[in-house]
């Protein structure tokens, strides 16, 4: 056993029932590595085990948002600054190979150098409640999408006399006119119960998506007034604004962290003579969604957003390199408005 005066380094490859924990010394050498249970008395177990090598400088995790979340969150409330570990370094991992041990030790490792890693989010409950709606919003909203997809579907190939009668029927009258589809004995009895059962489906999600929107709203005004009141931004952009940025947002130095994080920062594309930026297609993928329907807002209802992407296009530039260049100026307009509502939480210092 290392002597305790020595810094260590964590790493932890994270699973549902248990976390295999390593420890590294500052110089990049691998200590030791033990499996652990993932609740509460193994995340003491664990760091009681780490301290007995020398003192814990930081540690890297893996999955830090899922089966890493309860030991992100002990170790923090721990004093140790915590990493979120991503993106396996492949090439080591095709030449020796992967179990828990070595994704441990090179968590540790990633940890140490500060490569494929960033500062763990930190887990507040009003903010963990509210992404947790969201995601239950998004995921009622994708159910009744395939429903309906899945009843228009079956509607094409009825027979002429059913689909003409229902297929001229606009959304909310057809799924109510499907709802209540009487089904009788007879070979078409299993399509109309078919339909009657997607029909159900949709308006009970209705009302869930209906009853989870209003809760995400009301969240996201008592949580986010400021990134509420810009142009644009609705309360679910706004929470996906959260989401990407996490309770922490001084984790992110600049408005120019929290830009690349929602991957609108300008990637240069140049050659030779050629002088390019393209748009950038890494980030979060949501929160680069939101900023471009927030920027095509602005375009329809801001004249000043109008003639900035008017002045662009009189460049040379074409309408996407102006929406680009837009959503690069709205991401730090978001930047800055979350910076102002979590200090009124209390969460930036």
Known sequence: MAENNTG????????????????????????????????????????????????????????????????????????????????PDKKRRRLKGKDDVKDAFQAAQAALSYTRCAQAKDRNEAVSAVLALENAYCLCVRQRTACINALKAEIVKLPDAMRARLEPKRNAELFKACAALRVTEGPASGTRLALRHYAKQILSLDKEASFLGKEVKRYAEELLPNTMELVGVGP???????????????????????????????????????????????????????????????MKLCEKTQAYIAKKMSEGKSKDDGIRALKTYLAREVYNALMADLAMLGLVS
């Open 8 to 87: 260590v380094i964590i790493g932890a490859d994270t699973h549902k029932r248990s976390h295999t924990v390593a420890l590294i010394a500052s110089t990049g050498l691998e200590l030791a590595a033990q499996e652990f249970e993932a609740n509460a008395k193994g995340y003491k177990d664990a760091l009681a085990w780490a301290c007995s090598f020398g003192e814990p400088l930081r540690a890297g995790i893996e999955s830090t948002g899922s089966y890493g979340a309860g030991l992100c969150s002990y170790l923090i409330e721990s004093g140790i600054m915590v990493y979120d570990v991503y993106s």
């Open 236 to 298: 679910h952009n706004a929470v996906t604004f959260l989401g990407a940025a996490g309770p922490n947002i001084g984790r992110l130095k600049t408005s120019a962290s929290f830009v690349m994080l929602c991957g609108s920062s300008p990637v240069p594309a140049s050659t030779g003579d050629t002088h390019h930026y393209r748009l950038n297609r890494g980030g979060n993928r949501k929160a680069n969604s939101a900023l471009y329907i927030m920027a095509i807002t602005r």
